[in-house]
């Protein structure tokens, strides 16, 4: 079996400072196979991380629906935010990329989802995010942990790294995929490797966020 990361960022988003060079260096370093770079409304990060290691790196992308996130896998072309959920749904299809819901019932964030959103998005995607280690209270994983089993949908696990070494907090485990379809067809079988992260390692994404801000002003 392989180790799949499927959620972290590089500084193509607002909120890390990972470099990809320093991204594709630590997860060789801790022996992840495969690295999903899923930066916000962006796909810049993982273009140069997969231009390093075109074997370890997946380009993906968290974006910013009206309702909340939606996580991707092989995307081929940058979908913008403030779609609707089925206009973004419907880019990421065209293009035949795997798709993801991000920390779907974590409320302390922008990116969590009602509910009934939800349920009219669940026909037409892959899989919903089902543990992510960055979210702060263990009910949010959870509640989308019993969703998935509810509605019969698989999986995904990812750490949501915004500092390098975060990575690999949270793996699919998982026979070996080419391409989006490879992946819809063994997702469903994967087991996970979660660890949860503490409160304090949100100050990395704080801090990148203040420093970030501080160099326009």
């Not at 992840?32 to 990060?45: E, F, K, W």
């Not at 273009?47 to 910013?64: H, K, N, S, V």
């Not at 949908?153 to 485990?173: C, K």
Request: aromatic fraction near 8%.
């Amino acid at each position: 079996m392989i180790s799949l990361e499927f959620h972290c960022h590089t500084i193509a988003s607002k909120d890390s400072l990972t470099r990809p060079v320093d991204l594709v260096v630590a997860a060789r370093r801790k022996r992840i196979d495969r690295v999903v770079v899923t930066d916000h409304n962006s796909i810049a990060g993982a273009r140069e991380a997969q231009a390093i290691d075109p074997e370890l790196i997946i380009i993906g992308e968290e974006i910013m629906t009206t309702k909340g996130e939606i996580l991707a896998a092989f995307v081929r072309e940058e979908v913008p935010a403030g779609l609707s959920p089925s206009e973004t749904i419907a880019l990421l299809r065209a293009q035949g990329a795997f798709i993801s819901v991000s920390h779907p019932f974590d409320e302390w964030r922008a990116g969590g989802w009602k509910e009934s959103d939800l349920l009219e998005i669940i026909p037409l995607v892959d899989a919903i995010e089902v543990y992510n280690s960055r979210c702060m209270l263990p009910r949010f994983n959870r509640q989308a942990r019993e969703f998935a089993r509810r509605h019969n949908i698989p999986g995904t696990v990812g750490s949501d790294a915004h500092a390098a070494f975060e990575l690999g907090r949270s793996l699919l485990l998982l026979d070996q995929f080419t391409g989006p379809d490879g992946l819809r067809n063994i997702v469903r079988g994967a087991k996970t490797r979660v660890r949860w992260s503490p409160w304090w390692f949100h100050f990395t994404s704080r801090y990148a966020s203040m420093k970030k801000k501080s160099q326009k002003s």
